[in-house]
């Protein structure tokens, strides 16, 4: 059973440019949330996709847009890039229902910013 | 502002020592705090995790020990082994309302063979 998997694996953009990473959840699955873990810091939550509508977001601004498709796959887009977006992207499945809610997460997609 | 605080930064051990880390928090309506384990090139993976309702939970060598009126709780690894060295973050969430987890900033858990 294959986990939470996301790719490019590694990027490099420039200033200005505009980026889609891409998920896919965990087998079963079907809320997908996006995280940002800046170096030497803890993820921090950008949203969360469930039923191809986005139902929560974090503190981030609307340079940082996303979609699920039909098979619960994601993408993350983020438009105007600044240097400051450098970072690991991560991306988390877990079931919409159910009492067991454990998030699982994938390796990320590691983006710099030059 | 950052509603859960985590320390140490970073931590050595030797190996077959306890590894502690401890985190606080602020917003009581918190009720589920998992710990993550993140190794280099990788996600973060759950390790355990613990509601409100209970002051201890362990599982193998890994014990989380909670304080609610204090809103602070640790992590203690056991037997702390070299393959446990890795980033470990504390963590809250608001599991019956939003479940977005929010993340302290890490412990960097170095084991000496």
């Known amino acids: 059973d294959a986990g939470v998997t996301q790719s490019p694996t590694h990027l490099i953009k420039t200033r200005g440019q505009q980026v889609t990473l891409r998920c896919s959840p965990k087998s079963g699955h079907d809320t997908v949330s996006w995280y940002q873990q800046a170096l030497g810091q803890g993820p921090q939550f950008i949203f969360q996709y469930y039923e191809e509508e986005e139902r929560q977001r974090g503190n981030f601004p609307d340079r940082f847009s996303g979609h699920q498709f039909p098979n619960y796959s994601s993408e993350l887009n983020v438009n105007a890039l600044l240097l400051g977006d450098s970072a690991l992207y991560l991306c988390?499945?877990?079931?919409?229902?159910?009492?067991?809610?454990?998030?699982?997460f994938g390796p990320g997609t590691r983006l710099l910013v030059l | 502002q950052q509603q859960v605080k985590q320390s140490p930064q970073s931590l050595i051990v030797q190996k077959g020592g306890i590894s502690i880390i401890n985190c606080a928090y602020e917003n009581t309506a918190f009720d589920y705090f998992p710990w993550y384990q993140q190794f280099p090139g990788k996600g973060p993976a759950l390790l355990i995790a613990i509601r409100p309702d209970v002051s201890e939970k362990k599982e193998g060598r890994f014990t989380i020990s909670f304080n609610k009126s204090a809103k602070q709780f640790s992590l203690h690894i056991m037997d702390s082994q070299p393959g446990d060295s890795a980033t470990y973050f504390c963590?809250?969430?608001?599991?019956?309302?939003?479940?977005?987890?929010?993340f302290g900033k890490g412990t960097r858990l170095h084991i000496l063979p």
């Open positions: 988390a499945s877990r079931p919409g229902t159910g009492v067991i809610r454990t998030q699982y």
């Open positions: 963590a809250a969430s608001l599991e019956h309302r939003d479940d977005k987890i929010i």
